[in-house]
C-alpha cells in the first residue's frame, strides 16, 4: 500500500505532525502559560480550559459541517488562517476574561480545522486499508509531534519564562503550514467508499 501510494502516505504524514503540532502547541502548555507567567489561581485556569475545550466542541462540529458544502481542503485552510490573527488575544488579553475569550476562539479555529480530518483522511484512503491508512497516518504525525510540549517549555526558558512568545510562535508557524499542506494536498471529497465490483467474477459464478 505504501509502495503504491507512496507521495499520498508521505504527504499525509507530515500533514497529520503539522495538525498534531497545530493542536498541542496551543493546548499542552498553555495551562503552564495561565499559572506561571499570568499568576492565575487553579480555579481561573480550569474554568478557562472549560471555555476553550467548549470553543474546540463547537469548531469541530461546524467546520466538520462546513466542509460537506464548501469542501475538505477549503475548510481546513480558512480554520488555520483564521487562527493566526486570534493568536495575539489568546496568548497577550489584558485579563483573564480577554483570555478565556482568545482561547475559546482559538480552540474553535483550531479543533474547528480537525473537524474536518476524519473524513478527509478516511475519503483519501486506497480501499483495501480504509481502516488502517488514516490510524497509521494520524500516530506517525503524533509521534513527530511529541516533542511539542519540551519545545515550546525550551523556547520559554530561553526567553525568560516568556511562554506567551513560545505559544504563538509556534501557533502562527503551524496554523500556515496547515493551511498549506491543506491547500496544496488532495482532497477526495464525497469518494465512494465502495470496491469496484468485478463483474467477470459475478458472471463467473
Known amino acids: 500500500m505504501v509502495k503504491d501510494n507512496l507521495p499520498l502516505f508521505i504527504w499525509a504524514v507530515i500533514l497529520m505532525t503539522a495538525f498534531n503540532f497545530f493542536s498541542h502547541g496551543t493546548q499542552d502548555i498553555y495551562p503552564t502559560f495561565l499559572q506561571t507567567q499570568r499568576a492565575y489561581s487553579t480555579h481561573t485556569v480550569g474554568a478557562i ?25 477549503r475548510a481546513i485552510v480558512i480554520a488555520s488562517l483564521i487562527a493566526i490573527p486570534i493568536a495575539p488575544l489568546w496568548a497577550y488579553g489584558s485579563g483573564p476574561v480577554m483570555l478565556a475569550i482568545g482561547a475559546f476562539l482559538m480552540q474553535f479555529f483550531v479543533q474547528g480545522a480537525w473537524g474536518v ?14 481502516g488502517t491508512f488514516p490510524g497509521v497516518a494520524y500516530q506517525l504525525g503524533n509521534l513527530l509531534a511529541s516533542g511539542n510540549a519540551t519545545m515550546q517549555a525550551g523556547l520559554a526558558a530561553h526567553w525568560n519564562g516568556d511562554y506567551a512568545f513560545a505559544l504563538v510562535l509556534v ?20 469518494v465512494s467508499f465502495e470496491l469496484p465490483i468485478d463483474r467477470d467474477a459475478v458472471r463467473s459464478s
Do not use: M, T
Request: glycine share 12%; aromatic share 8%.
Open 49 to 73: 480550559a472549560i471555555v476553550y475545550n467548549i470553543g474546540a466542541i463547537i469548531g469541530g462540529l461546524f467546520f466538520g459541517s462546513l466542509s460537506q458544502r464548501i469542501g475538505r481542503r
Open 117 to 130: 480530518v476524519p473524513a478527509h483522511l478516511n475519503e483519501l484512503s486506497p480501499d483495501e486499508v480504509r
Open 171 to 190: 501557533a502562527v508557524i503551524v496554523a500556515a503550514a496547515v493551511a498549506l499542506l491543506a491547500g496544496f494536498g488532495y482532497e477526495r471529497k464525497d
